[in-house]
């Protein structure tokens, strides 16, 4: 099992940099944070069952910029969104980012996408949310033609572009990692078809867990690595999810000033030591 750290960073949190130093540094294998441009005032779309949010929601660090300084203060650390809010992004400025990001860091970046929970949130971006299934798919398609084509172009019915230049070029091959996130059949439609790995959320039961992969081998693709984000410390749960074939666990780090962070990530990192 390997393990990761899973956070919203803002501005009074601890800063990317030094949670990324310090997570590489206590044995953690990757730092995967969590993306909203930002949260309507009015908002009827409820969160987990709920209508009030956790204050960080409101005042989330932007994921490229935040995730390009952790790689500099960092070697190995696998650097991820979970999740990036692609269809509320620009497609273009959205596959330069990340291309970025790889370059910056060493081929370090892992993109982490999904559809995303707030309607109002998408409606400000121009976003309906009844098509934005549709939109990801055809981003996720246009984002790998940019990433591994000289002159991509693309025609759809949401992304519509000539041929273009675009570089940087990732320095993963073929392309940095894309973790498609959520358990709806839509969801694992697009695993099936774009993913290079799966993002479900920290509640998603090992019995899920199981026919996910059952239906992934089914369709040709065995192998698909499987990440768990935003999991409390609790050691049956993480014994189940490894034995329900989950790669790595994105331990869930709370947002708090950096004395406290490094505080709670001690702990977590003595959590996992008789683990690993």
């Given at each position: ?225 499987i990440t768990l984000c935003g999991l409390e410390p609790d050691a049956g749960a993480v014994a189940a999810l490894a034995d329900a074939g989950v790669e790595r666990i994105g331990l869930a780090l709370p947002t708090v000033p950096e004395p406290d ?16």
């Open positions: 099992m390997k393990f990761g750290i899973y956070t919203l960073l803002t501005a009074t949190s601890i800063r990317p940099d030094v949670l990324a130093g310090a997570a590489e540094e206590r044995g953690f294998d990757s730092l995967f944070i969590a993306e909203h441009s930002h949260i309507p005032v009015k908002r009827e779309t409820l969160w987990q069952g709920r209508a009030e949010l956790p204050d960080a929601y409101y005042r989330t660090l932007a994921p490229f910029p935040a995730l390009a300084a952790a790689a500099v203060a960092s070697s190995t650390l696998l650097l991820g969104t979970a999740i990036a809010l692609i269809p509320q992004r620009d497609t273009i400025h959205t596959a330069k980012e990340v291309a970025t990001l790889d370059v910056i860091s060493g081929g370090r970046a892992l993109l982490g996408v999904g559809v995303g929970w707030n309607r109002e949130e998408m409606r400000n971006h121009g976003i309906d949310p009844r098509t934005r299934g549709a939109r990801l798919n055809e981003q996720l398609a246009a984002i790998k033609a940019i990433w591994t084509e000289d002159e991509p172009e693309f025609h759809g019915d949401h992304v519509d572009f000539d041929p273009i230049h675009l570089w940087p070029k990732p320095v993963r091959e073929p392309h940095p990692p894309i973790y498609i996130g959520g358990e709806s059949p839509a969801a694992l439609d697009r695993l099936v078809r774009y993913g290079d790995g799966w993002l479900p959320r920290a509640a998603t039961p090992p019995e899920e867990i199981r026919r996910v992969s059952a239906l992934l081998a089914d369709q040709g693709r065995p192998d698909v690595p962070a490094l505080r709670a990530l001690d702990d977590l990192a003595a959590f996992i030591e008789p683990l690993r």
